[in-house]
């Protein structure tokens, strides 16, 4: 009885203290402590103290998983190790809209074939059919492909 109980307690510790170290193995640990466990109460109670042994494992189980999972959380320890923080920006520019099209454009980069222009103050990545445009050149915006504008010498 003494190890079930034993064992039992191992298993609990292992549990808990997967909250608190990455990986999976301290739960997995746990799960098999408990497992040997429940098998030395059906080896040493015969079938009545192994299947108590048993249901008191799995009770075991969802008392610890609710305090880590519910409980937990709602702590100061547990609010410390959850990161709540959002971002609220984007990894890309907007899209240009259609309004666009036929406005000035300024290389901000030379384009070979593909740079950055400048378009009423914002930037855009473009594409000249033409080839080279030199850093500065006056373009137009003829038109607009995926994600980059296509422009055209003035």
Known sequence: ????????????????????????????????????????AFAQLG???GTVATVAAFALLGLTLYAELVWLPKTRLGKGMVV??????????PNAGMDI???????????????????????YEAFSPAGHV???ANLRVAGQDNFRLIVTKN
Do not use: H
């Open 101 to 123: 099209v036929g406005k000035a454009a300024e290389a901000e980069t030379p384009l070979v074939p593909t740079g950055y222009v400048l378009v009423e103050g914002k930037r």
């Open 47 to 49: 079938a009545a103290g």
């Open 1 to 40: 009885m003494n190890a079930v109980v034993l064992l039992f307690l191992v298993g609990v510790m292992f549990l808990a203290g997967e909250v608190f170290v990455p990986g999976a193995v301290l739960g997995i640990l746990g799960g098999l402590a408990m497992a040997v466990g429940c098998g030395v």
């Open 84 to 93: 709540e923080s959002k971002v609220d920006a984007t990894s890309q520019p």
């Open 134 to 136: 030199a850093k500065g």
